[in-house]
């Protein structure tokens, strides 16, 4: 059955543990992954701060922030995802109220809700999750290995096995996505332009235009923002895109009358060409290359 079976926070420098759950099984398998976890706690400032030791049946994997790292044992059929769902989610707990009693309870808590409760109830983590493990994948291990860790920790000086990680980056820009960055920096150098005319004025004479200033100056950095998250990953896109979105369309809204109909609706269809753009490119898996 695919669930989490043992969960504990340590400390990441020498693998203090500062607490753990209360589960007892007696499968020699989970008691070898037990020990296979503890020599790995040891020597968890080697590795990134996330990372995977996969064995036939039962799996490992750990999150590391700062201090102190969540590390969980599970069946290796449970899904990648929803495990650092679930070490993440425990950070936060843990750094919310860290008293050994309490977290303690946490664990048990944080555990059977994600044992027991429905991927649709996490939609919203699930993805931020899926969408930082595709950027930033974590290190594989196999843990077989880890019973090698204790040589290591005590000096020695024994090879470990660390598995391909697949390294993800943007697709291709496309020549709509070249003309859509284009006619971004256009847009952008058209309100900046204006803004800067409009805020010589003001500044002097009108000092009522300054909400037109702003409203220019608003969109020129949108379109730079959008050009960023066009050529470079980031998470949250949707929720970024957005905002861009709706800041370019609320803004160009405001300055009608110094802006004709079409002006404006030039200004939003950019935007909104580029926001398709953004959203459109997405990862894609590097091939490693034959020739390393």
């Known amino acids: 059955m695919s669930m989490i079976f043992f969960a504990c926070v340590v400390r990441v420098r020498d693998g203090l543990p500062l607490s753990a759950s ?3 099984h007696l499968s020699q398998d989970f008691l070898e992954c037990r020990k296979r976890l ?10 990134p701060s996330r990372g995977t030791a996969r064995g036939r049946d039962l799996s490992i994997h750990f999150l590391s922030s700062g201090e102190v790292a969540s590390m969980v044992i599970c069946s290796s059929s449970y899904s990648t995802i929803m495990a650092f769902c679930f070490l993440e989610e425990l950070q936060w707990e843990f750094a919310a109220a860290y008293d050994t009693t ?6 048990q808590k944080v555990k059977c809700h ?6 649709s109830q996490m939609k919203i983590s699930l993805e931020k999750i899926q969408e930082e493990l595709k950027f930033r994948p974590p290190v594989l291990l196999k ?3 880890m019973e090698l860790m204790n ?3 005590n000096g020695g000086h024994t090879e470990l096995y660390m598995g391909s990680v697949p390294t993800y980056r943007m697709q291709p820009v496309t020549a709509i996505g070249i003309l859509s960055l284009v006619l971004n920096i256009m847009c952008g150098a058209l309100n900046l332009i204006r803004g800067v005319h409009l805020a010589e ?3 002097q004479e009108d000092h009522e235009g300054i909400g037109n200033v702003i409203a220019f100056f608003l969109p020129f950095l949108a379109c730079i923002f959008q050009c960023y998250l066009y050529l470079f990953y980031s998470s949250a896109r949707k929720m970024k895109v957005f905002v861009l979105v709706f800041s370019i369309c609320l803004c160009n809204m405001y300055l009608y009358g110094l802006r004709n109909i079409w002006q404006i609706l030039f200004h939003i269809g950019v935007a909104s060409l580029s926001s398709y753009q953004i959203l459109t490119r997405q990862l894609v898996e590097k091939q490693p290359d034959p020739g390393v």
Do not use: V, W
């Not at 503890?38 to 590795?47: E, G, R």
């Not at 309490?102 to 664990?107: Q, T």
């Not at 994600?114 to 991927?119: D, L």
């Open 143 to 145: 843990l077989e290995d």
């Open 114 to 119: 994600f044992n027991y409760t429905g991927c």
């Open 38 to 47: 503890k020599a790995l706690s040891l020597i968890l400032t080697q590795y």
């Open 201 to 203: 004025y003001s500044f």
């Open 22 to 24: 209360t589960d007892f």
């Open 151 to 153: 040589g290591l920790t």
């Open 102 to 107: 309490s977290i303690d309870n946490i664990i």
